[in-house]
């Protein structure tokens, strides 16, 4: 079975704080990404990774950044973290042109204070 | 754009009841369409797919038909279990984009 992990389940930072959040995934797909989950909102892709140290932006890429230097992992980064980035942060990944078949981490619950 | 809409929830449903969660989407072309699920404290997980128009996918007893004509996709079971009680979202991919547009989810809870 593929297997998405994500380093931690609940996640508190203070504003300003640099946050990182990582992804780890054991199936050697190509292809990872990072959502952000919100009520009424759905799931919004922020980044996504389709090789090692390639990226693109999302939809809500702002405030985000990313770092992909080994295929089985994918740091998702907050340069400097607001209250408004507080949410549930998804990691998936996908193997080759499957881009839809996606396989989903537990998720982040991160709340900045 | 290309979008989705769900029906919002929390749906209720006693054991063995039949099941209908309706999506509707707005896109360019001819997307592909998705059902995923996720259960509680889990990841979420592809349950079936449709990528032409009259295409059914099916898994877990769960069905789904694309109808072009209605722009809709909507879920259905026969018989629902305690254990479907989850959150499920729709989507879609269109076009040459690689990227997949969600709904919001809807909750369904059964009740024994």
């Known amino acids: 079975d593929v297997k998405v992990t994500q380093s931690s389940r609940y996640l508190v930072k203070r504003t300003g704080e640099k946050v990182f959040l990582e992804c780890v995934q054991d199936?050697?797909?190509?292809?990872m990404f990072w959502y952000r989950q919100d009520p009424g909102l759905g799931l919004r892709l922020i980044y996504f990774?389709?090789?090692?140290?390639?990226?693109e932006k999302g939809d809500i890429p702002e405030g985000y950044s990313v770092s992909r230097e080994k295929k089985e992992r994918f740091s998702l980064i907050l340069e400097s973290a607001s209250t408004n980035q507080t949410s549930m942060y998804l990691c998936?990944?996908?193997?080759?042109?499957?881009?839809?078949?996606?396989?989903f981490g537990p998720g982040t619950r991160l709340t900045v204070t | 754009g290309n979008s989705v809409t769900q029906m919002e929830g929390p749906v209720t449903l006693s054991e063995e009841a039949f099941l209908t969660i309706n999506c509707t989407y707005t896109?360019?072309?001819?997307?592909?369409l998705f059902w995923y699920v996720q259960y509680p404290g889990e990841g979420l997980q592809l349950l079936l797919k449709?990528?032409?128009?009259?295409d059914k996918g099916s898994n877990k007893g769960f069905e789904a038909t694309y109808r072009k004509e209605t722009t809709s996709f909507h879920l259905e079971k026969g018989s629902v279990q305690v254990s479907d009680s989850a959150v499920y979202f729709c989507?879609?991919?269109?076009?040459?984009?690689?990227?997949?547009?969600f709904g919001t989810g809807t909750l369904l809870a059964v009740q024994p």
């Open positions: 990774s389709y090789d090692v140290k390639m990226k």
């Open positions: 896109a360019t072309g001819y997307p592909s």
């Open positions: 998936a990944s996908s193997f080759g042109t499957r881009f839809y078949e996606q396989y």
């Open positions: 989507a879609l991919r269109g076009g040459a984009t690689n990227k997949l547009i």
């Open positions: 199936m050697d797909h190509e292809n």
């Open positions: 449709a990528t032409k128009a009259d």
